[in-house]
């Protein structure tokens, strides 16, 4: 039997290169999937893949009647949340303290942090009446570490680890569990905008500078990111619960 066969699974995100790889993992281990971001609808490929087993619906994780919606549509869809994976996030622009904008660092916070609030205010309280759940919270080496010139971002991906730990503490006694999963550069269209963001000029030698960086040489994939996902939301992490847990070829090892 699939880890995760009968299980309901929700990503945000899931346009993007981690939600989508995410959803095709989930789904291969057996769950259905309430995918959402902020498109009307979902890439066709990815839902012709799925099939009966995944639902679409739009969602700004900013709003707190989208995030309701959505877990709405999980329960009357498919009768249950088990698992959710809140994965939506953006960038930013790059620049200096002092330099890049409060719009620009109100705009990141309001993704970044208040969306991953937002979902879990929604999905915290459905998974304790259930007794049971997973939360995964997508934060990144940004969450452990700094990085001159894009203050906005690091500091949204602290925060989530924050809101984590609270989470993974209210959540324990009722037989819910919480963590973040932290990547380190991964092969995706934000690595992509953000060796843009540091070299407007050559992004190839912000693509270089950061290889430099990992000690394992490379980017990692979606897929690799995906598989910490999967294996937390199954039941062979059982007792994993308010941790941080790196995807990142040894990039914060030092």
């Known amino acids: 039997m699939s880890d995760l066969s009968g299980k309901v699974a929700l990503v945000t995100g899931a346009s993007g290169g981690i939600g989508m790889a995410t959803a095709r993992l989930l789904h291969e281990r057996g769950a259905r999937l309430v995918l959402s971001d902020l498109a009307d609808e979902g890439p066709v490929e990815l839902m012709a893949e799925l099939g009966k087993d995944a639902v679409w619906c739009r969602c700004d994780v900013t709003q707190e009647a989208d995030n309701a919606a959505m877990v709405r549509i999980a329960l009357d869809t498919f009768g249950t949340l088990d698992i959710a994976v809140l994965n939506a996030g953006i960038e930013g622009r790059a620049g200096a303290i002092g330099e890049t904008s409060l719009e620009n660092f109100d705009r990141v916070m309001a993704v970044n942090v208040r969306g991953v609030f937002a979902g879990l205010s929604q999905v915290m309280p459905v998974m304790k009446r259930a007794g049971s759940g997973v939360v995964t919270i997508i934060s990144s080496t940004a969450g452990r570490r700094g990085t001159a010139n894009l203050s906005p971002y690091i500091t949204s991906k602290h925060a989530v680890v924050g809101l984590m730990k609270c989470a993974a503490l209210e959540g324990a006694p009722h037989g819910v569990r919480v963590n973040t999963v932290n990547p380190g550069p ?63 070829g040894a990039y914060t090892a030092g």
Do not use: K, W
Not at 195 to 221: C, K, V
Not at 227 to 241: N, P, Q
């Open 186 to 248: 991964i092969a995706t269209r934000m690595m992509e905008q953000l060796e843009r963001e540091f070299s407007p000029d050559s992004p190839q030698a912000a693509h270089e500078q950061l290889l430099g960086l990992i000690p394992a040489g490379r980017y990692g994939t979606a897929e690799e990111v995906a598989e910490m996902i999967a294996f937390l939301s199954s039941g062979r992490a059982s007792y994993c619960s308010g941790n941080i847990y790196g995807v990142d």
